[in-house]
């Protein structure tokens, strides 16, 4: 069963580099045709989607794109998710997504997403 785990910290200080990492397990099809999105969700702003790495290229949002950095470790099944500098508006749920595009956003039954992760931008 396919499985994606988002992990990082719980608390970033604002003007840090807020860095979250998904690890994929059980997928054998890890070069395949998928795309790996991150998505959060916060109460300001519902559910947005924040970028993705696939079919060899990645992707962002426009307004978060000149802090976003979203890269692919295939060696390690991972991906991630680096913005930087973080602000206090980045507080909210990060989830990674497998998704058969870059569209997750409403969900689809055919997308697969990890728990999530909180994250706070505090000082």
């Known amino acids: 069963q396919v499985q994606l785990q988002e992990s990082g910290p719980g608390r970033v200080k604002p003007s840090q580099t807020l860095s979250l990492t998904c690890t994929v397990s059980g997928d054998s099809n890890t070069t395949g045709d998928h795309y790996w999105n991150w998505v959060r969700q916060s109460p300001e702003r519902g559910l947005e989607w924040l970028g993705a790495?696939?079919?060899?290229?990645?992707f962002y949002r426009p307004s978060t794109e000149s802090r976003a950095t979203i890269s692919r470790e295939l060696s390690k099944d991972q991906f991630t998710l680096q913005l930087n500098p973080a602000i206090p508006e980045d507080t909210a749920v990060y989830y990674c997504?497998?998704?058969?595009?870059?569209?997750?956003?409403?969900?689809?039954?055919?997308?697969?997403w990890g728990q999530g992760i909180v994250v706070s931008v505090s000082s």
């Open positions: 790495v696939g079919g060899g290229r990645t």
């Open positions: 997504i497998r998704g058969t595009s870059i569209r997750v956003v409403p969900k689809k039954p055919e997308d697969l």
